[in-house]
């Protein structure tokens, strides 16, 4: 399996523009998470599926972001409109369900955003 | 208070030394422990899974658990160039929870 796809891996838009980053999980993990890196606040989710019905959103930080997953080999991560705060790189993370399985999470490369 | 407190280094060390990272955490219910290993640039991935308190070893890689103290440690031996990267312990507690990651650096 080739892991966990993300798309862009670099990203650099203007203030104001949409921002779409895209995720494709591994084949046959049915819990998908989205986080984002930044050096001041470390690793955090943003919000997790399974079976592609989104569960806890609650680290989405405003009404600007938005995630979808249309189906159990794709996701995306919007913002509309972007903001230089937003600047961070973004994961995509997957793992199969199961007592064990949960902390096992399979990361991608990542998306690094840069707003200007 | 952050659920989970890490010290970010820097941390260098010399090529064959023993390296402690650790990590204090509040939340008592806290049941799994994982340390993920970053490489620059890169996504982090699972190292080490640990279940309640106790030791689990792997390799030159030894994970340790206190849940009294609420403290786990992860023990490098004989370290290498090659383990240089950011080590984020983790933990479950309806989502994982990472600590900020200490950036460990071996130098030959």
């Known amino acids: 399996d080739a892991g966990v796809i993300q798309s862009p891996r670099h990203e650099v838009t203007e203030m104001g523009q949409e921002v779409t980053l895209r995720c494709k999980p591994i084949?046959?993990?049915?819990?998908l998470f989205w986080y984002r890196q930044t050096m001041m606040r470390g690793l955090e989710l943003l919000i997790y599926f399974n079976n592609n019905v989104p569960i806890d959103d609650s680290g989405m930080p405003e009404d600007r972001f938005s995630a979808k997953m249309p189906n159990a080999s794709f996701s995306t991560l919007k913002i509309q409109p972007s903001e230089p705060r937003d600047s961070a790189v973004y994961f995509c993370a997957s793992s199969e369900s199961g007592a064990h399985s949960w902390g096992e999470q399979y990361f991608g490369p990542g998306t690094r955003l840069t707003v200007t | 208070q952050k659920e989970v407190e890490q010290d970010p280094g820097p941390l260098s060390v010399p090529e064959g030394a023993i390296v402690s990272l650790n990590c204090t955490y509040s939340?008592?219910?806290?049941?799994?422990f994982m340390w993920y290993r970053q490489y620059s640039r890169k996504g982090p991935e699972l190292l080490m899974y640990t279940y309640s308190s106790g030791n689990k070893e792997d390799g030159r890689f030894t994970a340790q658990v206190d849940k009294s103290s609420k403290y786990i440690s992860l023990f490098i031996r004989d370290s290498q160039p090659s383990d240089s990267a950011t080590y984020l312990c983790a933990m479950e507690g309806g989502k994982l929870i990472f600590g900020q990651g200490t950036e460990l650096s071996v130098k030959p």
């Open positions: 084949s046959g993990h049915d819990y």
């Open positions: 939340n008592s219910a806290f049941q799994y």
